[in-house]
């Protein structure tokens, strides 16, 4: 089986050094953060290879693309999951492709990996969620189930900012630094566009900490290469939402200046949310009922995530670099001393970030647990035949970032998959689909025909001899985005399927 791997980053900035050698100095350990200590510092680790962003489709999927037990159907958008209402079993998935609905059997059983929010989505619109919140949009409840009642969210903040006033390199505007040297290095695999842009990270235990226990940190501390400011143009200020007021009034001014920034990240939060739906249209996205910071402790734990992070640049090693703490306030603190405790929880709250960790919308818990959703072999409570396996599944937030936790869950649900079924329980094999409009209404065509005739293709077969790099760089062009949208006699035969 493929796996995904994780490898140090290589490119590093003169920052990234001093902050590991300052976090040391700073009295924090150099370990492993993936070996099973947590609290210290090191240089990050992350899922690329030569530069590039390596994702589970890539790394997991398209060195099988080939195998003919797959079949990957792209632009195809599930839109629910057929349960019997008297035996409350999952039979199949309705899914729409090209303006089309299909309908999947499923053999054994339906896996639902959509995602936190967009698997609890598919549950609710299937008749499996809060009674009340699925009576509420009109939708057949067939289990109350709390799907969507947890949410948790990773928070964070850009800042605190550095000024560096030595000309250790010249990282101070993006656009100086696309050239053709550094396109070929990069192609190559290596210099300044294979970073991550974050290049070391600590973990660290505020005051306000939950935890008993001094191993588990409840805030991470990012160092970024450069600061917001790098970038002169509309796309990181645009990807990080921040508003014209704010760029405006707190980065523009150090355009021209070199500068890095922190990104703490609060690991442990106590404020938790909620998933909704807005209406029965599965094109429609989910209800993000997340309060940022409705429990204080969480705007702390960021401040004192800052204020660490200021102790530790101003260690020695860090002095050798000549850098300042950026200190214009931030637009909204004005009023505020700079540098305090109160300040920060200002900053944090005029710069909040999201790293788009949310966890536990379809919560994994034993039969005793009133919010759970999922089993521990994450099979859904009370539907046969249905299991979740994706990140909205993790109970709690964790003290990690949530992709390679993605791919754990997906490694270890493949074993309990082959587990059940070599025990002679559900399996997951598809093994037709129904068009339509095809063939005089709605009649069984083997998927195999079928793909070939609606689809044009499935991706592969194709021997895969190229290098890994050009592979991914394939597979990511033909998993394109979908637009959502129905023609009208489709539409019909959704609202149809709706009604149960
Ligand atoms: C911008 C961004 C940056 C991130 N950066 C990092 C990072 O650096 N490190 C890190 O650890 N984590 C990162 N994360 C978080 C991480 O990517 C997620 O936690 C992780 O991908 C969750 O995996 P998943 O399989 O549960 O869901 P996803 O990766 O979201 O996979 C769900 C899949 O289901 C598909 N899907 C959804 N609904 C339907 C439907 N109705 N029909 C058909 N297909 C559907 C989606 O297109 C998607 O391919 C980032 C997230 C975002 C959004």
Not at 34 to 43: D, H, M
Not at 104 to 124: D, M, P, Q, T, Y
Request: aromatic share 10%.
């Amino acid at each position: 089986m493929s796996t995904v791997q994780l490898f140090p980053a290589l490119y590093r900035s003169k920052v990234a050094h001093a902050f590991v050698r300052s976090a040391q100095q700073a009295g924090y350990r150099y370990l492993d953060y993936n070996a099973g200590e947590l609290i210290g510092v090191s240089y990050l680790q992350a899922t690329t290879l030569r530069g590039t962003r390596v994702t589970s489709g890539t790394a997991y999927l398209a060195p099988i693309a080939t195998r003919k037990n797959l079949h990957i159907l792209t632009k195809a958008w599930a839109t629910k999951v057929l349960i019997d209402p008297v035996s409350k079993e999952a039979t199949g998935v309705l899914f729409s492709r090209n303006k089309k609905v299909f309908k999947v059997k499923a053999n054994r059983e339906v896996i639902l990996s959509a995602g936190a929010f967009e698997s609890a989505k598919l549950l609710i619109l299937s008749g499996v969620g809060p009674a009340n919140h699925l009576e509420s949009l009109g939708i057949p409840v067939i289990q109350n189930l709390p799907v969507g009642e947890q949410l948790y969210e990773h928070p964070g903040t850009f800042g605190p900012v550095y000024l560096v006033k030595k000309p250790i390199d010249n990282f101070i505007q993006l656009d100086d630094n696309i050239n053709l040297r550094n396109i070929i290095r990069y192609i190559n695999g290596r210099g300044l566009f294979t970073t991550n842009s974050v290049e070391s990270l600590m973990y660290i235990k505020t005051p306000v900490a939950e935890s008993p226990d001094p191993g588990v940190p409840d805030v991470e501390i990012m160092q970024a290469f450069t600061s917001i400011d790098f970038d002169s143009g509309p796309g990181t200020a645009t990807a990080f939402r921040l508003s014209n007021e704010t760029y405006d009034g707190y980065f523009r001014p150090i355009r021209n200046v070199r500068s890095f920034m922190y990104l703490p990240l609060l690991l442990k939060p106590r404020t938790k949310g909620k998933l909704r739906l807005k209406s029965r249209n599965p094109f429609q996205h989910p209800r993000f009922e997340y309060q940022y910071f409705e429990d204080d402790r969480d705007l702390d734990a960021l401040a004192y995530g800052i204020e660490e992070a200021i102790r530790v640049t101003s260690q020695p090693a860090f002095r050798e670099l000549g850098v300042e703490l950026y200190s214009r306030k931030v637009p909204g603190c004005e009023q505020l001393e700079f540098n305090t405790h109160e300040y920060w929880r200002c900053h944090v709250r005029v710069l909040t970030a999201t790293f788009h960790h949310q966890v536990a919308t379809c919560k994994m818990g034993p039969p005793t647990d009133p919010e759970a959703v999922v089993d521990a072999r994450l099979r859904v409570y009370g539907i046969g035949r249905l299991r979740v396996v994706d990140i909205g599944i993790v109970p709690d937030p964790p003290a990690a970032h949530t992709a390679a936790v993605a791919y754990g869950i997906g490694e270890k649900a493949a074993d309990m998959i082959r587990e059940d079924f070599a025990a002679g329980a559900t399996g997951s094999r598809i093994h037709k689909a129904i068009h339509s409009d095809g063939f005089g209404g709605r009649a069984d065509i083997p998927i195999e025909f079928e793909a070939q005739r609606m689809f044009g293709r499935i991706v592969g077969p194709r021997p895969f001899d190229e290098s890994a790099f050009v592979r991914i760089t394939r597979f990511r062009r033909e998993v394109g985005s979908f637009n959502g949208s129905l023609s009208e006699q489709d539409q019909g035969i959704l609202d149809e399927d709706n009604k149960v």
